[in-house]
């Protein structure tokens, strides 16, 4: 099982930045891709982006300008940059392994979360 622990958020003001981690407990290499999500208050959790095993990343459309997904892969660490913070990027932020399509069962192949990390924007 794939242990993911995030952090870096914290409470901002609109414009600031901030760059989250998420440590696994395991090489990256051993992983399909790392998915970031966002759960914003009495929302449901959204995908912001992900980066494959190769390290190609993809974001969406809404979350390109402002969000960057990059690794150490040294460190075994993904991480989520965010600048130019707004008050509805407030949510917790966290992280999936993505263990790959030879797992079949989704409940396995995306059920390795983190704790999540708090992130709150206001004005």
């Known amino acids: 099982q794939v242990q993911l622990v995030e952090s870096g958020g914290a409470s901002v003001h609109t414009g600031e930045s901030l760059r989250l981690s998420c440590t696994v407990s395991?090489?990256?290499?051993?992983?399909?891709?790392f998915g970031w999500y966002r759960q914003a208050p009495a929302d449901d959790r959204i995908l912001v982006g992900a980066?494959?095993?190769?390290?190609?990343?993809h974001l969406r459309p809404w979350a390109k300008g402002r969000f960057t997904i990059s690794r150490d892969t040294s460190k075994n660490i993904v991480y989520l940059q965010i600048n130019n913070l707004r008050p509805d990027d407030t949510g917790v932020y966290s992280c999936?392994?993505?263990?790959?399509?030879?797992?079949?069962?989704?409940?396995?192949?995306?059920?390795?979360w983190g704790q999540g990390t708090q992130v709150t924007v206001t004005s």
């Open positions: 999936n392994a993505d263990l790959g399509p030879e797992y079949k069962d989704t409940a396995v192949r995306f059920g390795s």
């Open positions: 980066i494959e095993r190769d390290g190609t990343t």
């Open positions: 395991v090489s990256l290499f051993r992983i399909y891709a």
